[in-house]
């Protein structure tokens, strides 16, 4: 292993590393073994360059303020929010069409270029909406062959009535327009095939959310109050007593004789 010089990791892209390194929690042992050297140069160097010692303790802080504030959560308890989503067709959709739509976003946009993104009835441009050629009523089904591109306006206009009895009475109507709805029809169902394996028109959307808790655990917060109040939370408590411990004894000199009289409940006064 060749021998590593210590200005290389003095440098702005060397002290970078070894900062990196102290905080992905490499050990000081781990970052030497890195920097190509033994420990013992790096214990070395941390005390002759304070940039790589900075370093060292700058990746560490961030880690440790990391860890604490993971621990102190534990130890407290917290809340978080569940998000479940599910893919599902627009509710105006769903309700439209009992839930079914065979119509992919794909197909809608194809639709709405044949067209060049303007209403097939009368022309306009602007927002489009998706009208049924066989109404709704009739049991039109939203499907590629089904759907042609119009105006809110011819869509309110033309309500559950078949497209081409209603398109002829309209003063925008001409033959080539009805043609191209024609053609469409026939276009669209020779393209069909190449959009069935896509998933239906449909989002991901948020279904349900719930609150949960987590409960805090003790042993997180034992782990906290020791470290950080360890006079009050430690586990083996020492009193230590300074000076001497006397104990006064009235009778301590009295005679034997003395003694013999108190015990025999003799007065000697």
Same mark, same amino acid.
């Given at each position: 292993?060749?021998k590593?010089?210590?200005?290389?990791?003095?440098?702005e892209?060397?002290?970078?590393?070894i900062?990196?390194?102290?905080?992905?929690?490499?050990?000081?042992?781990?970052?030497?073994?890195?920097?190509?050297?033994?420990?013992?140069?790096?214990?070395?160097?941390?005390?002759?360059?304070?940039?790589i010692?900075?370093?060292?303790?700058?990746?560490?802080e961030?880690?440790?303020?990391?860890?604490?504030?993971?621990? +102190?959560?534990?130890?407290?308890?917290y =809340?978080?929010?569940? !998000?479940?989503?599910?893919?599902? $067709?627009s509710e105006?959709? %769903? &309700?439209?069409?009992?839930?079914?739509?065979?119509?992919?976003?794909?197909?809608?946009?194809?639709?709405?270029?044949?067209?060049?993104?303007?209403?097939?009835?009368c022309?306009?441009?602007?927002?489009?909406?998706?009208?049924?050629?066989?109404? +709704?009523k009739?049991?039109?089904?939203? =499907?590629?062959?089904? !759907?042609?591109?119009?105006?809110? $306006?011819?869509?309110?206009? %033309? &309500?559950?009535?078949?497209?081409?009895?209603?398109?002829?009475?309209?003063?925008?109507?001409?033959?080539?327009?009805?043609?191209?709805?024609?053609?469409?029809?026939?276009?669209?169902?020779?393209?069909?095939?190449?959009?069935?394996?896509?998933?239906?028109?449909?989002?991901?959307?948020?279904?349900?959310?719930?609150?949960?808790?987590?409960?805090?655990?003790?042993?997180?917060?034992?782990f906290w109050?020791?470290?950080?109040?360890?006079?009050?939370?430690?586990?083996?408590?020492?009193?230590?007593?300074?000076?001497?411990?006397?104990?006064?004894?009235?009778?301590?000199?009295?005679?034997?004789?003395?003694?013999?009289?108190?015990?025999?409940?003799?007065?000697?006064?």
């Amino acid at each position: 292993m060749a021998k590593a010089k210590y200005e290389e990791w003095i440098l702005e892209e060397g002290l970078l590393k070894i900062q990196g390194w102290a905080r992905d929690g490499l050990t000081e042992e781990q970052i030497a073994h890195n920097m190509g050297i033994a420990v013992s140069t790096l214990g070395n160097w941390k005390k002759s360059h304070l940039e790589i010692l900075e370093a060292l303790k700058k990746g560490k802080e961030v880690v440790d303020i990391q860890v604490e504030n993971a621990l +102190l959560k534990r130890a407290l308890g917290y =809340e978080f929010v569940e !998000v479940t989503k599910e893919r599902m $067709s627009s509710e105006a959709q %769903k &309700k439209r069409h009992d839930g079914q739509s065979k119509l992919t976003e794909k197909q809608w946009v194809t639709c709405i270029d044949y067209f060049d993104s303007v209403c097939c009835y009368c022309g306009k441009s602007g927002k489009l909406t998706k009208d049924h050629l066989q109404p +709704l009523k009739q049991k039109g089904e939203l =499907e590629i062959a089904n !759907v042609v591109p119009a105006c809110a $306006s011819c869509n309110s206009s %033309k &309500k559950d009535n078949q497209w081409l009895s209603w398109f002829q009475k309209q003063e925008f109507y001409t033959q080539d327009k009805a043609k191209l709805i024609q053609k469409w029809i026939t276009f669209s169902l020779s393209i069909k095939e190449l959009f069935e394996e896509e998933p239906s028109e449909s989002e991901m959307v948020i279904s349900k959310e719930v609150t949960k808790q987590v409960a805090p655990d003790t042993t997180a917060a034992i782990f906290w109050l020791k470290n950080r109040k360890p006079n009050e939370w430690r586990d083996k408590r020492e009193t230590q007593i300074s000076g001497n411990i006397g104990v006064r004894n009235p009778m301590q000199n009295l005679t034997e004789e003395e003694l013999r009289r108190l015990a025999n409940g003799i007065d000697g006064t």
